[in-house]
Each structure stands twice: as C-alpha cells, then as structure tokens.
C-alpha cells in the first residue's frame, strides 16, 4: 500500500514499523534536498502524534558553493520548528572513489550522533527511486545475493535501526510532497551530471522502465523483499556450515571444499561481510572469483588485496582475513643481553641453560665474528645447516609451513661477516655446539 492517502502523507502507516514512546530521540539524516526536506515534514507530523525528541543531522561535503547557504536555511528550519540540529563538514577528503569515502564519513558522523542521543533509529530519505538504481548497478557490475536486493527498509545495526520509511515512494511523489506543503529545499546540480554512473541510471534507465510501468518501482521493492527472504533462508543454512569451516578471522581450506558450490560462494560472503558492514556494494563478482582462485591455487602461500585495505591470505590449509595490516620495515639489531622482537618474541643470551631444542643454541666466539646481528630475511638467504649442506631461508619457513604473514618479521641470527648462524625456533646453524663441544654464547628464543 501506498504510504500516500488521499491528498496527504498517511503517516501511521509511514511509521508503524518504529517502535518509540514520548521523550524518545529520533535522529534524521537531512541534506536539505526534497527527499530529505519530505522527511522533516513527514516527522513534524509524526511528532504531533507520539512526542519524540527531533535531531537533524546534517553534513557540509564542501564540494559546492551553495553548501554553506543550505547548512544557514536547514538550522534556521530547525530553529522554527524546536528541532536539535547537529552539524559536521568534511575539511578533507583522501584518495578514493568520492562516493563512498562521503558516505563512510556521513555514516560515521550518524553513528556518531545515534549514540550521543541513546536513539533507537538513525532515518534517511532513501526512496524507491534510489532502491531501483542501486539494484540495476549492482545487477550491472555483480554483487552478493545481499547486494542484488539493494537496501531494506529497516536494518539492524551497532545498537540502533536504520529505517527507511520512503522505500515504496517515488522520487516524484516526494517532491509533490514538499511543493504542496511549501517545504523548502534545495537542488543539487551535480545529481544531473552524466559524470555520475548513479546519475546516468538515473537520468537514462529510470525513466524508459517509468514508461513501460508507472509503478515499476513496486516491482523492485517486491525483487528486493524475495531476495532478502532468500538471503535470509541461504544465511541461515550458511551459518551453520561457517561453524563448520571457520574460526575468528581463518577458514579452513580442506573443511570448505566439502561444502556445496552454491554454499561455498555463500560462505565467502559471510567470510568477509563483517569487513564491509550493511553495504556490500565495495564486493563483486571478480572479488569473490579471486578468493575462490586463492584457495583452489596450488601455491601454499599467497595473498590478494579487496577494497578498503582488506587482505586475503593463504596459508596452507588455512585462508586468513585482516584490515589495515600494520607494514613493518625490516630491522637490524644488535644482539645484546635481551633483545625484544618486532613479532612480540625475545632474544635474549644466557650463561647457562638446560635442554637443546630448537629455540636454543650454543655458540663459539673462535669461529664467528662478533658482534651478532638479528634481522629480517633477504633475498637470496642462505644457511649452512647443522650435519651438513646448505638450506635457503625460505625453504626452512616452507618445510616449517610458517604462515606468509609471519616469515617477513621472523628473526634471523648472523654474524658480523653475515654468516647466517640460527634462524631461531627452526634451524640450526654448523656453528652449534654440542654440551661436549667449547661454547662461550648461547642464545635463546622466546
């Protein structure tokens, strides 16, 4: 049903979904254009029947000179009609795609503002218009079965619901809205740019689709419910087979390749959906394809990159995901009575000790050349082992399957002359000693 009756907005129906009570908060994204102004109005009238608590939140983008003549007119409206008004602008944006570095921030901001009032619901202005546009882009450029359905009207989040009551409205109805109410707003010329790709669907696919159907937005809506329902049923059987085949942050490669295809694709969605929240619009098809490339390769140790400063990695049996990994350089210490490692482990020299294992060696001063350096590896590291032969570096880590992650920090123990004496916890050197042999260094690993 339309959420429209007669010549007025029905606003029962509007906002039955919101469960409030006199003296709640209710927070609003506003931007000053028609859709967010209809919002306003259609909240004053709300407001008439439950007594909530009003909170705009408004961001300056700073990317047109309008901007701050729209932020002036919006808190002078907030002012007329006793509505707390919160602000923010963007001083600075960084190298990504516009859009959604904008939208981070904007949400981040709400989030901001939700917790700061103890408010239930966080609404935007998002209308049927907006959900057709972001389906046909997803369905374009591929997507996640939660992404092909675009957005739903009321979502869960850190603490509080984001409602979108206006989802079965069209953009039209929206503006009719504030013109017969006389609501100010503002245009945003930059909505008509071809530069846009949103703009173009907008501008180029909405209205043939509008031609062949006036309520085709409906039919979108109705796509969108069916594909949450699905995605509901899918995640659910999903659930139960990550239980299966992921712990924290790692899945285990040898368990998910027992899972059915379609559950498969499903279960790498859920693997990394935690890293792009309620918006998995970041995350497509070839995404997906290259974590599938990543686990079937036969190489042990590999990684790939997704949106965000989200990394992939494999190793071995197991595929491991991060954000913003924490990039050390490589290191040269001195070792001295205690050395703290860069990998949270210590070197430290001892005048006696008991046991041989691997963490520890022994050491003559008559055969090496002092001081000892600890550092990261090299290309090209070679040791000579223990009973014989030589061993590069990087087939002691592969022999000792250490994790891609941890091989660039693990510590490598050499001599002034750079004779690689102990690659601590794995290997030996032809300079240890026996409890037999003369030794006046030893060195443990912790």
């Known amino acids: ?28 994204g506003c931007s000053y254009g028609p859709d967010s102004m209809a919002l306003f109005k259609s909240l004053l009238e709300y407001r008439k029947k439950i007594d909530v608590v009003l909170v705009c939140a408004h961001v300056n983008h700073d990317k047109r000179r309008e901007s701050a003549k729209e932020k002036e007119d919006l808190e002078q409206f907030c002012k007329n009609n006793n509505v707390i008004f919160e602000y923010m602008k963007i001083e600075k944006y960084g190298d990504d795609n516009f859009h959604n570095e904008a939208r981070n921030i904007r949400y981040q901001f709400f989030d901001e503002v939700v917790k700061k009032y103890d408010a239930k619901y966080l609404l935007t202005a998002h209308h049927g218009d907006d959900l057709m546009e972001t389906i046909l882009m997803r369905i374009a450029r591929g997507s996640t079965l939660k992404g092909y359905s675009g957005f739903q009207k009321l979502v869960k989040t850190d603490g509080y619901y984001i409602y979108r009551p206006f989802i079965d409205l069209t953009k039209d109805e929206l503006v009719n809205y504030c013109h017969k109410y006389k609501i100010p707003y503002a245009i945003d010329n930059s909505n ?42 899918i995640e659910e059987e999903a659930g139960k087979a990550i239980l299966k085949v992921v712990k924290g942050n790692q899945l285990f490669i040898d368990k998910y390749l027992t899972l059915n295809k379609f559950l498969k ?27 599938e490339s990543l686990i079937n390769s036969r190489k042990s140790n590999s990684k790939i990159n ?13 595929l491991s995901i991060s954000r913003n990994p924490v990039l050390f350089s490589s290191y040269e210490i001195e070792v001295s009575k205690e050395v703290i490692l860069p990998n949270g482990h210590r070197l430290e020299q001892l005048d006696s000790v008991k046991g041989n294992s691997n963490n520890i060696i022994k ?84």
């Not at 087939?395 to 992650?405: E, N, S």
């Open 363 to 446: 050491l003559s001063s008559k055969e090496i050349v002092l001081p000892l350096i600890v550092r990261t590896r090299k290309l090209g590291d070679v040791m000579a082992i223990k009973g014989g032969g030589h061993k590069k570096i990087k087939d002691i880590f592969i022999d000792a399957k250490i994790p891609l992650t941890e091989r660039d920090l693990w510590p490598i123990v050499v001599d002034s002359a750079s004779h690689i004496v102990f690659v601590p916890g794995l290997k030996k050197s032809k300079f240890d000693k026996t409890n037999d042999e003369f030794y006046d260094i030893i060195l443990r690993y912790e």
């Open 1 to 28: 049903m339309n959420s429209f009756s007669g010549d007025f907005m029905d606003i029962d129906s509007l906002y039955k979904e919101i469960k409030v009570k006199d003296g709640d908060f209710l927070v609003f």
């Open 306 to 318: 997704l949106p965000n400063d989200v990394i992939v990695v494999k190793s071995y049996n197991t």
């Open 192 to 233: 008509f740019s071809s530069v846009y790709t949103r703009n173009r669907y907008r501008k180029e696919v909405l209205p043939f689709l509008k031609k062949e159907d006036k309520d085709i937005h409906k039919k979108f809506l109705k796509f969108s419910n069916v594909l949450s329902e699905a995605d509901s049923f």
């Open 265 to 291: 694709r499903i279960v790498l969605e859920r693997f990394i959906s935690s890293f792009y929240q309620d918006d998995l619009i970041l995350i497509n098809d070839r995404h997906l394809d290259l974590i």
